[in-house]
C-alpha cells in the first residue's frame, strides 16, 4: 500500500486556514474600535464624497463615461442628474455632451 503524499492534505488544509485568516482580518477592520461597527467606518468615508461636491454647473460627457461613473466623480446623485437633464438618453451619452449638474 502506498503512502499519501503530505500535499494531498496541506493544500486543502492550508486554503481552509488562509480563508478563516481572511475572514478574521475583514471582521476585525470592519468593527472599529468603539464598537460601533460599520458606521464609524461609514462616517471616516462621507466627508470624502462631500468634499468631491462641485460647484461647476454643467459637466461635459468624455468618452467612457457613464451616468453611475459622472454621479460618483461630480457627487451628484443620479437621480437628481436624470431630473436635471430629462432629454438626455443615459444609454447613449456621447463626448462632449453636457450635462447639467445643478440649476
Do not use: C, E
Amino acid at each position: 500500500m502506498s503512502r499519501r503524499r503530505p500535499s494531498r492534505w496541506l493544500a486543502p488544509l492550508a486554503i481552509l486556514v488562509i480563508g478563516a485568516a481572511t475572514l478574521s482580518i475583514v471582521n476585525s477592520s470592519g468593527s472599529g474600535s468603539g464598537g460601533g461597527g460599520g458606521s464609524t467606518t461609514t462616517a471616516k468615508r462621507h466627508p470624502s464624497t462631500t468634499t468631491k461636491r462641485v460647484t461647476r454647473k454643467v459637466y461635459v460627457v468624455r468618452s467612457g463615461d457613464t451616468l453611475s461613473s459622472i454621479s460618483i466623480s461630480t457627487g451628484v446623485p443620479i437621480s437628481r442628474l436624470q431630473r436635471l437633464n430629462p432629454n438626455v438618453d443615459v444609454q447613449a451619452l456621447q463626448p462632449g455632451q453636457r450635462l447639467k449638474l445643478r440649476s
